[in-house]
């Protein structure tokens, strides 16, 4: 399927986003920004902080967007699946995790 396509169902759509995610140092940023989503949730759970709230998306979208812009040099597939996209990110991390995804 090309950039043209329209993904109907993550199924479809994980492929092409393992395939957007060639560069394994660009893999390695969005583990580490998901690993640091879950220590800072962790951390509001804990603490009762809730305005850490707002590091989310600057932690998780900063290293992946960092990944795809210096080493994949490719457009991140959030801004045209925006949904699909953050289920990817969690799925290639527990990909990862597994071994099923290299490292």
Known sequence: MSMETRYQTFKEFYPFYLQEHAN???????????SLVLLLLAMVTVTGEL????????????FA?????F??????????????SLMGDWVMFRDMLT???AW
Do not use: D, M, Q
């Open 51 to 62: 305005k850490l709230l707002w590091l989310v998306p600057v932690v998780g979208y900063g």
């Open 24 to 34: 394994s140092t660009c893999r390695r940023l969005h583990f580490i920004g998901s």
């Open 65 to 69: 967007w960092i990944g795809h812009f």
């Open 99 to 101: 071994g099923r995804v």
């Open 71 to 84: 080493y994949e040099h490719n457009r991140p597939a959030t801004f045209k699946y925006p949904l699909f």
